[in-house]
């Protein structure tokens, strides 16, 4: 069911994090705005992307997930997740990652 891994990461320099990580992952960002890319790689199945936010205090890590195929995959891990006890919070038509999104955590 899962697809892809998701790391998002904040950045302050958006182009030198764009350099080094074309570098690092020998691959173009598949997205490029103002203020965030994404790289959406095979090997490993990666959902990559960087957030220009300030993050002195807290980090550099925005947030983890993963990608599946569909809103019913969704419900189907939620579903799972609950039935094992772990907590769980419904995110319904959420924006992540500039696109709007169903969630769950």
């Known amino acids: ?19 080094f990580y074309n570098a690092f992952f020998d691959a173009e960002p598949t997205k490029v705005k103002e203020n965030y890319a994404k790289f959406e790689l095979d ?6 992307s960087l ?3 300030p993050f ?8 983890l997930g993963f990608q599946v195929n569909n809103t019913e995959e969704v419900m189907a891990m939620g579903e799972q997740l609950r039935q094992t006890g ?20």
Request: charged share 25%.
């Open 43 to 48: 090997n490993p199945a990666l959902h990559f």
């Open 56 to 63: 002195e205090k807290n980090g550099v890590l925005n947030h």
């Open 86 to 105: 772990l907590l769980l919070i419904d995110e319904m038509n959420t924006t992540c990652c500039l696109i709007r999104r169903r969630s769950r955590l």
């Open 1 to 19: 069911m899962i697809k892809r891994m998701h790391v998002a990461v904040n950045c302050s320099d958006l182009q030198k994090s764009l350099d």
């Open 51 to 53: 957030n220009v936010r």
